[in-house]
């Protein structure tokens, strides 16, 4: 299979995602109405069409806002300019921006009836729908996993077996609404319950996937701007279970229960160290990292060899060897070895450097050896420190590069840095 797919119509060509979302949202629709066909609806049909009004703005807001807040570095000096602030989205801010923006618009018109129960199954089969969407689009949708040696890997186009977190979280939604049916068919949740145990869920699933992502953590933060968003949805629900403010949990001791082990893995998840950046083998060679940063403005440029955009750092070597030297002094440490160690990454189209790191290690006379890790390690935590990569263009639009820069290294030392 080759990403992105692709339906052929003669001369045109339909993006399957697309086809997905169509088919997300009309069947998504059909399924509420046939449910609230069949259902004693409390709430009137104007109040209910405000409160999807106000959901529709909610989620609006919050998907753009999460979405800007994964890359906080970009805020001040957009890729593509203005449009930039328009074209990110996340699931996650959409439905914690919809939450609050239907409990607004509730808390105006006096509703107390929950309105969410009768849409979580019809999410849930529009976002399964969505998800295959995402996962037949490759690359392209930025929600492919990280790197992976597990045997189920898919290569998504770019050469590297990754974990399919798009088919995760489809099984992830069909276990969940089974679960939902049956306890439903056990006993009649509460008034509200299913559209929490739905969103607690979700939210904790996302928390959990987000380690095997290819997204940096916020700088010091340590995890990523979705994470403390999940972080935050479900400390309210989880704080309103145990202070019993959420009206019914008494009255249901299955998911009473159910807030314990939910409290636990909060903690338990908030104690977990990062874990994005990795270091893999594959067939290609070796990584430092497998961490990629996805920048909107850039998904659909080409990436093209350095040497055909001009891409070599904008300073010369001897200001690089410098750099580097004074860098390796720090700590008064020691090195050792000669050869060559060399970084190959991808510089997008605003002249970030991507984190996802290939590294190779050779001796004088070129063969395959491994430097001390220290060494190595130290060399990449420099190479970081360069910010100032060019802004690449090819036939007057701005591309993203393949570029990489070797270290030459004797007795420990850098001596020259190529190109």
Known sequence: MHFPVELVLGAARLPVHLLCEVL?????????????????????????QWIFVGAAAGALFGSRLLGLLEHPELLAHPPGGWLYYF??????????????????TKKHLGVTASS?????????????????????????????????????????????ARHPTNLYEILFLAALALLLWLLERRRPLADGRRFELFLSGYLLFRLLVEFIKPTAALPGLGLTAIQWACVAGLGYYVWGWVRGSIPGV??????????????????????????QAQYLKFHDGEYLDTTTTRNPACAKTMTLPYFAVDGKYPRSSGTLVQEATTYLQHGNRKFSGSGY???????????FRQPMTQVL???ANYAAIHFRSELVQELYAFLKTMKEWRVATYSGRAVSYFTYLTFKITDGKVVAVIP
């Not at 790197?147 to 770019?158: E, R």
Request: proline fraction near 3%.
């Open 24 to 48: 997300a949202y009309t069947l998504g629709f059909r399924l509420y109405t046939h449910l609230r066909t069949g259902h004693a609806d409390r709430i009137s049909d104007a109040h209910r």
């Open 87 to 104: 074209t990110n989205k996340t699931i996650v801010g959409g439905f914690l921006g919809g939450l609050i923006g239907v409990e607004l």
């Open 341 to 351: 160690v060399t970084f190959r990454f991808v510089v997008d189209c605003a002249g």
């Open 250 to 275: 008494a009255k249901n001791t299955t998911v009473s229960r159910m807030k314990y082990p939910l409290l636990l893995s909060l903690a338990l998840l908030m104690a977990t160290p990062n874990a």
């Open 361 to 363: 290690q050779t001796d």
């Open 116 to 160: 969410g129960d009768l849409m979580v199954f019809p999410i849930v089969l529009g976002l399964g729908i969505g998800r295959l969407g995402c996962f037949f689009s490759g690359l392209e949708d930025g929600t492919y996993g990280s790197a992976t040696t597990l045997p189920w890997g898919i290569n998504f186009g770019d050469g590297i």
